[in-house]
């Protein structure tokens, strides 16, 4: 169901007038992303016809733009991801883990975004592993699946790496599974302390080899000894590495991964209202407690824009990635010896990415399976309802 309005809905309306006053200080991407959104799931796309294979109900559906920024097409992407990966849980507790950049480095992030996310993803991983692999705290060799997401959720520039790790990992030396405590995995003051001097050391490596730039607020820092200088007090500053309690099952893994991996600054229904006073929403104060947590917030319709668009990252660059026992072609392999470990069953030998997935909702009136009857092109209408259709409609009435 369509909600009240839609960040495409903004963008249709006042994304003309933000494009013509900023013009030239646009990139291409934000061009490119503002135009997807704006045309996504309209005739601009082309589209096709579904008609039910029992009661002959039929349906336009326009094409979705499939642009990782577009809120209404990250819903079907996210199911998809979790279909793949659902055959990598363990029967074990799920931990959620987050590594949180200090402003001070955000502000460095913000003019340098693909080097410093990829830095924040390598050395929170590299934390992780790190101490879990120490006899001194688990002793083994864990998963990690990582999120990236940029925003707060008054959708201000807010870097941080959500994971997920299983309750455990296999021994270094590859004889047994070692499972954490029940309640905890890893000490978040020592992963800080790991994950601090980690980033801090390379990013100074990367300001040396020259590969950071500096803007607007920032621009003094391109001074060797300006940078120093702003990065003294961080040196000294606790770095924020939070952990939950672990998930009760993988069934909510899965679900809570639904909500996070395919996330964008804003969705749909966070939005309560847009008029000429600008964009309300809904937001969380993380300052207040209780009921007092949720919050409303109104911004000029040109800042809403502004917020939305700082998050959209560099071309090429993934916010999902995995680490250890999850990383790469070895993944099977360790996730099957994870299973044999754990005297668990192991799934059905097929790629679950071969399967296909009709994720197109059934009919609105007998709940059957629609198919499609038509396809048109972009900037074309589809012809009038099949004479079938007609039939039936006419019949029903």
């Known amino acids: 169901m369509r909600t009240s309005i839609e960040v495409a809905d903004i963008f249709r309306s006042a994304g003309p007038a933000y494009r013509a006053a900023h013009q030239g200080h646009l990139n291409l991407a934000h061009l490119k992303v503002m135009s997807a959104i704006e045309h996504c799931r309209t005739v601009a796309l082309g589209g096709h016809v579904e008609a039910c294979e029992d009661c002959g109900e039929w349906r336009i559906a326009y094409n979705s733009c499939r642009n990782r920024h577009c809120p209404k097409c990250q819903s079907a992407a996210a199911r998809a991801w979790l279909a793949r990966r659902e055959a990598d849980l363990l029967p074990v507790g799920y931990f959620h883990v987050v ?213 959209l990252l560099p071309k090429g660059f993934h916010r999902i990635r995995h680490y250890g026992l999850l990383a790469g072609g070895s993944r099977k392999t360790c996730i099957a010896r994870a299973r044999e470990l754990l005297n668990a069953v192991q799934p059905p030998d097929h790629d679950a990415a071969d399967a296909p997935v009709d994720f197109r909702p059934p009919c609105p009136c007998c709940g059957g399976r629609m198919i499609v009857i038509e396809v048109f092109e972009r900037w074309r209408q589809p012809r009038g309802p099949p004479e079938t259709a007609a039939t039936n409609r006419e019949n029903a009435s």
């Open 99 to 311: 590594f949180t950049l200090p402003n001070e480095v955000a502000d460095i992030a913000f003019h340098n975004k693909a080097l410093v996310y990829d830095l924040l993803f390598k050395t929170a991983s590299q934390t992780m592993l790190t101490i879990a692999a120490d006899p001194k705290h688990l002793g083994a060799r864990i998963g990690i699946t990582a999120v990236l997401h940029t925003w707060g959720s008054a959708m201000m520039h807010h870097p941080h790496v959500h994971m997920i790790v299983p309750g455990g990992g296999i021994a270094l030396d590859g004889s047994r599974w070692i499972s954490s405590r029940p309640a905890f995995l890893l000490p978040v003051r020592v992963l800080g302390k790991l994950f601090r001097r980690l980033f801090l050391t390379r990013l100074l490596q990367l300001r040396d080899a020259g590969k950071l730039t500096f803007f607007g607020s920032v621009a003094h820092l391109a001074d060797r000894r300006a940078f120093v200088r702003h990065l003294s007090p961080v040196r000294k500053k606790r770095w924020v590495v939070y952990a939950k309690s672990p998930f009760a099952g993988p069934e909510a893994v899965l679900a809570y991964l639904s909500l996070y991996t395919h996330r964008v600054a804003i969705s749909n229904s966070r939005l309560v209202s847009f008029d000429e006073t600008g964009v309300t929403f809904r937001y969380k104060d993380y300052r207040r407690d209780g009921a007092d947590r949720q919050q409303i917030m109104t911004l000029a319709t040109t800042e809403f824009i502004r917020r939305f668009l700082i998050h």
